[in-house]
């Protein structure tokens, strides 16, 4: 398929993506129309590579507008094929007075089932997006600390995928080749982890002593995939 067939079929899904969102933002009260040309409902990045939907609503704790945002990668390197979830609803069990109050009781009470990426996946793109990303931020590591402490996943097992995921960002992005060299370099440094403003923000304690000891062996691993990249 040529790139210009590929961008019109891609335009073609972007359009009926938008139009069942549309349709369910008319529904339950929200904003959005599905029009490519502007950036309050839609959003492209990545030249192109990646589509942004915008729906708004009317935040009743914040009192000002925000919005719910879904974004679709059209270009992704995958290491482990993607699995089955059921997302319940808000409410469970039977409910009989508020099914006659209320008619939408249907749509928030049933079950939902749906593709979901392969943990490892997820753990390999955060360390990826880690490496790749301007910046550093400390969620970064405690996102990648509580998925291997508390679900047993180890480092090593996605040591591959990681590699894969950050030669396919690069080829594709010379900014993510510039800011994994920066990353090296605060790496080499042993400046690459900074709590900044993060640590008043968790919503629950967590064992700092096997968290640092964590980080060191992180950061050792690191350096092992920087040298395997490219």
């Not at 319940?88 to 009989?96: D, P, Q, Y």
């Not at 392969?118 to 997006?129: H, P, Y």
């Not at 923000?201 to 920087?226: A, G």
Request: proline letters at 1%.
């Amino acid at each position: 398929m040529s790139q210009k067939a590929i961008r019109a079929y891609l335009s073609r899904v972007i359009d009926n993506i938008g139009e069942i969102f549309e349709e369910i933002a008319k529904k339950r009260g929200l904003d959005f129309k599905c029009e490519k040309s502007n950036p309050d409902y839609i959003e492209f990045g990545g030249s192109n590579k990646t589509c942004t939907f915008k729906i708004w609503y009317m935040a009743e704790v914040l009192k000002r507008r925000s919005f719910l945002k879904v974004q679709i990668d059209f270009v992704e390197s995958m290491c482990f094929p993607p699995g089955e979830a059921e997302l319940s609803g808000l409410l469970t069990g039977e409910h009989e007075e508020l099914e006659a109050l209320f008619t939408e009781y249907a749509d928030y009470t049933r079950k939902i089932t749906f593709s979901i990426y392969d943990i490892r996946e997820i753990l390999s793109e955060k360390v990826r997006a880690l490496l790749t990303r301007e910046g550093t931020k400390a969620r970064d590591f405690l996102d990648v600390y509580f998925i291997c402490r508390r679900l047993g996943i180890k480092l090593e097992g996605v040591g591959e995928c990681i590699v894969s995921k950050t030669n396919f960002a690069i080829e594709l992005y010379d900014k993510y080749r510039f800011n994994l060299k920066e990353k090296n370099a605060l790496l080499q440094s042993g400046k690459i982890f900074d709590w900044g403003k993060e640590r008043d923000l968790l919503l629950s304690e967590i064992d700092e002593t096997d968290f640092y000891s964590f980080l060191s062996e992180f950061q050792f691993f690191l350096k092992r995939i920087i040298k395997n990249i490219g």
